[in-house]
């Protein structure tokens, strides 16, 4: 049958596949066009040059699109994706591109799955992922969140000190009779019982599959997120929207102006009153919509209000001040000597010692309201992590509040970027949004002093959020978000950590 394949043969289309009893057969699927909807992989090659490598090294990459394209249509197509891997990957740690395969790409990935694809696909019980695009960009997204048992893809050449050549190895890009040798070498004369594809260059391998059929070219909404085997909790990067061209080349250009409307918005505000502050962000484009009632600030002699919140930028704290008009503290975990100098409002950060951090809790309330984040780490899915339960056993005063934030163009949250410009990639957008809404006072019978557990309020309060918000809880933690995405507990330690950390290197003495 492999010897008396028909390359060139007409195939039926998908809706024709029948997805029944295919839980014990293998399927072999191309990628681009086929699994996902888009037919281009320019954005994960854009996404790669971007957060591996460099704001210059994405603008050469969205440059070459007119050469590439041309070249793809009229020259090769092996020619065009080895120019698009060359830009994109040249020089870099190819730790860097696994980092930003297993954190970045995947998000967009799981907006683009087709539907009629997925429903065969994901029968079959043995699943094969046949693509022209580089193994290591796409391999976590096709297991994690497709059941892919593994991805032929092309393999990128890698020098001795870890860095992407720019070229790519032998067999070269799996394109055409590539991709059949690809299929032939991983299953010998045992083919799969299914192969399927979108466009001539996927037929080679296809023929040679006891059967096959086409994904046709027309347009269709991607699968839910939801209906994929893993939720995307965590990701990273800083764009919102997959960079197509034409979006890659509206964020360039908005990006001067962007840069230019947040210094605005950072050091404004800063030396303003919370009242006028409010003001002043109508002004600059920034959204407050507020719900629900704000309690009455404090009495003077009296003990403040315990403001828990779930936590969506950086500037949670801060944006609550001006809707509440007024003074408030804040305590997180982590946060630069810069970034507590220019900050409206007091932040202290937690030491991660219980005692220590009870009592600078508790000093803090005698002095005014407070505000806690106590998932300890931003989120930006419709998901709430593990509350920790330390701030219930403070006082029995809590007001939970609700935050919502949208962003456009940039998130304003970063596990491996430059916190530092958070705040800035927050007002870097058009029009930020901030939905803020404040529920009733806990009564005393829920909290600690009504002889409820820490951990039952903590969890309580998360339910109430959740529910609110339309979010799901979980309980995931900040340590779990910063080991899946970066490999690290999510610490951030102190100069004189750093120094210990340092002389303990070999080599230091």
Known sequence: MVMGARWDRRFDPIAQCSSEGRSSQ?????????????RSAFPYYMLVALEAGSLVRALVLLLSVPLVYFTYVFVSETIAIRTLIFISVAGLKIRDIEFVSRSVL?????????????????????????????????EHFAKTFLGADKVLGTELEVSRSGRATGFVRNPGILVGEHKREAVLKEFGMNVPDLGLGDSKSDHEFMS????????????CDPLPRTKLLSPVIFHDGRLVQRPT?????????????????????VYTNIPLPERIARYNYCLLGIKLVVKGN?????????????????????????????????????????ISKFSEIISPIKAVALTRERDKDAEN?????????LIICPEGTTCREP?????SAL?????????????????TVFHGTTVRGHKFFDPYFVFMNPMPTYEITFLNQLPKELTCAGGKSAIEVANYIQRVLAGTLGFESTNFTRKDKYAMLAGTDGRVPSKEKKKENDEKKPGKQ
């Open 26 to 38: 293998t399927v072999a699927s191309a990628l681009d066009g086929t699994l996902l909807v888009s």
């Open 106 to 138: 995947p998000r967009f990935y799981a907006d683009d799955v087709h539907p009629e694809a997925w429903r065969v696909f994901s029968s079959f019980g043995r699943r094969y992922i046949v693509t022209a695009s580089p193994r290591v960009m796409v």
């Open 208 to 219: 040679i599959c006891k059967e096959a059929y086409m994904v046709p070219r027309i347009k």
């Open 245 to 265: 061209p034409v979006i890659a080349l509206l964020t360039f250009l908005w990006l001067p102006i962007g840069i230019l409307l947040a210094i605005l918005r």
């Open 294 to 334: 704000p309690p009455p600030p404090p009495k003077p002699g009296h003990p403040g209000v315990l403001f828990i919140c779930n936590h969506r930028t950086v500037l949670d704290p801060i944006v609550t001040a001006v809707v509440l008009g007024r003074k408030i503290s804040c305590v997180t975990y982590s």
């Open 361 to 369: 809790i508790r000093r803090l309330l005698e002095e005014g309201d």
């Open 383 to 387: 998901f709430l992590l593990r509350f």
């Open 391 to 407: 701030f219930a056993e403070l006082t029995d005063r809590i007001v939970p509040i609700a935050i919502n934030a949208k962003q």
